[in-house]
């Protein structure tokens, strides 16, 4: 008895439903992740929080820039008061009061996987789902035959989409 062999469409077809699945968690991540993203630089679902830290006292400016890890402009001085962007330092006592405006935790950690570069585990994940988007792009093609009518209609979609996409780069 002879085994029919499946076309290969329909093997593209079933990989490309089970990974649609596989991946609609990771998908639903990048897009909550990135919409969330595009609004980065307002305080939209951010939060004021306030560290204090004791450093030690009369510490000078590039000190204190280096034992804070981030760059110092000195604002303005009142007394013992140091005033810089989004803190302060009282080089009496050495306390160092912090104010930033962070997303919840569990956002925070959905964008950090959206910015993961080659120094994060996240890297791989990465592009694993790239490639498995590619897969998608070019899956979709296989899923009805060139000749039929919605193979067509899904050309011009996907040439709206990329002109559409090209169009805004530009602007």
Do not use: C
């Not at 110092?72 to 050495?94: A, C, H, P, R």
């Not at 919840?104 to 994940?125: E, N």
């Amino acid at each position: 008895m002879a085994t029919k062999k499946t076309p290969f469409s329909f093997q593209v077809r079933a990989i490309h439903r089970y990974l649609g699945y596989f991946l609609s968690g990771i998908m639903a991540v990048y897009a909550i992740s990135g919409i969330t993203l595009i609004f980065r630089k307002t305080e939209l679902l951010k939060k004021e929080v306030i560290t204090e830290t004791n450093l030690p006292p009369n510490l000078k400016t590039d000190a204190l820039a280096a034992a804070l890890d981030r760059k110092l402009s000195i604002e303005k001085v009142e007394g013992d008061l140091f005033y810089f962007e989004n803190g302060t330092y009282n080089q009496q006592t050495g306390l160092t009061v912090i104010k930033t405006m962070e997303v919840p935790f569990i956002l925070d950690k959905m964008q950090k996987l959206h910015k993961a570069s080659t120094k994060s585990p996240l890297y791989y994940l990465n592009i694993f789902f790239g490639v498995a988007l590619l897969f998608f792009v070019l899956s979709a093609f296989w899923m009805y035959a060139p000749k039929m009518p919605i193979f067509k209609k899904g050309i011009y979609f996907a040439l709206g989409g990329a002109i559409l996409t090209l169009a805004l780069l530009f602007v």
